[in-house]
């Protein structure tokens, strides 16, 4: 049997459109965007389609595109470069994001360029305090709020126009990062009163080591990187083409399957959680599972303790199951999830991160079941 890939909130494999589309490009292009030369202007042309393809599926104009080399630098940009923008002091997260927004903020702290980090409160499930939020809000001068839309390792959802709201309200700059969520929901910026969003293209069949940040028109920043006149001044250096023309094709094709996979993997989680909670004895799910609160690709599964906690995934791997795990840490001794850790998740417990993909089927996850059932069985503290 072929391997099993259930880690799709790590990477997902790339879709053979986005393959053809990308090797088209690499073998009849080569040319330096930059170049003003018809070869060069040619290349121009792909990374500007490119562009105004991602806005239009955005309901956002071109210029307010810029290309990255993925999430992290996307948040990197939107989280230094609004900060820097308005010179703001004081900025509101949660200690459930993604390492992206949060070691940058920590970093912004300790450098003396912000002097207040706040955190948001949130529930056992990694649902956000909306209350706490507005407090925050109010409670301190004009702020920058970084907030993702779905936690990577949960799958929790946060209101994000409610989020978007209250930043109007106060005045504050938003950044949400939406790596998880783009392409598997529609984003309209022009409802969503976000500042910034981003993307990573490997997160939805696209290629690895590309991404885009959303800046609103109103915003003005600084470039992230000098050097160069790439990217409208915002980013210099050469342009990643390949990777830019998969990552356009990718969101167009997931924009345009996305209700036929929304349903079908929607229906593979149910299936998978069900099938857990009747037959393995004390599962129970980490974060939120209904399906208007949590993201359809996410399920965060904690186990009972065990004999080889460790050896969970590494059983499931050896069966030929690809997964995530983690744990919230225990007394500092090993570096867990700072994200379960967040939720105060029982530290004894492990627990596996399933995600899936349009490429998963129901007779994979029959393997899955008949596999961790197994593992339970024998690894089982009595
Ligand atoms: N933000 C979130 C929520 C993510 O899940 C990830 C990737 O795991 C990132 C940011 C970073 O994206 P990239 O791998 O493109 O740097």
Redesign the pocket.
């Known amino acids: 049997m072929e391997r099993i890939y259930l880690d799709n ?2 990477t997902t494999p790339l879709d053979k459109d986005v393959i053809t589309e990308m090797v088209d490009v690499m073998t009849n292009y080569f040319g330096n965007p930059s170049s003003i030369h018809a070869q060069g202007r040619e290349v121009r042309t792909l990374i500007e389609k490119a562009r105004k393809n991602v806005a239009t599926l955005l309901n956002a104009v071109p210029s307010e595109i810029f290309f990255t080399s ?4 996307a ?1 990197n940009m939107a989280i230094r470069s609004g900060i820097a923008a308005y010179g703001l002091k004081h900025a509101i997260t949660s200690k459930i994001e ?1 390492h ?1 927004v949060e070691q940058t903020l920590g970093i912004l702290l300790k450098q003396g360029i912000i002097d207040k980090l706040s955190y948001v409160n949130v529930d056992s499930k990694g649902n956000v305090d909306y209350n706490h939020l507005e407090e925050l809000l109010q409670n301190n001068e004009r702020s920058f709020v970084s907030l ?1 839309h779905a936690n ?1 390792e949960l799958g929790t959802l946060t209101n994000i126009e409610l989020v978007g709201d209250l930043c109007e309200q106060y005045n504050a700059i938003f950044h949400c ?1 939406t ?2 969520t783009m392409g598997h929901y529609t984003h309209d910026v022009k409802k969503l009163k976000a500042h910034f969003i981003v993307c ?1 293209a ?2 939805l069949h696209g290629p690895k080591g590309v ?1 885009f940040i959303y800046v609103n028109h109103k915003i003005k920043i600084n470039p992230m990187m000098y050097g160069g006149a790439q990217e409208r001044n915002m980013r210099g250096g050469t342009e990643n083409v390949y990777g830019i023309v998969g990552l356009s094709k990718a969101l167009s094709t997931a924009y345009a399957e996305m209700n036929l996979h929304q349903e079908h993997i929607q229906g593979l989680k149910n299936y998978l959680m069900e099938r857990l909670m009747n037959e393995v004895s004390g599962v129970s799910f980490n974060g939120e599972t209904e399906a208007d609160k949590s993201l359809y690709t996410v399920l965060n599964v904690s186990f009972p303790e065990m004999d080889m906690a460790d050896m969970l995934l590494f059983n499931l791997d050896i069966n030929g199951i690809s997964a995530s795990g983690g744990s919230a840490c225990s007394s500092g001794s090993n570096i867990g999830s700072h994200v379960l850790t967040g939720i105060l998740a029982d530290p004894g417990r492990p627990s596996i991160r399933f995600s899936f993909s349009k490429y998963n089927t129901k007779e994979e996850l029959d393997f899955v079941v008949e596999k961790v059932r197994e593992i339970v069985a024998q690894n089982i503290t009595v």
Request: hydrophobic share 30%.
């Open positions: 909130a790590a993925g999430g992290t630098e948040d993604h992206a993702m990577n990062d790596v998880q990573s490997h997160k991404g």
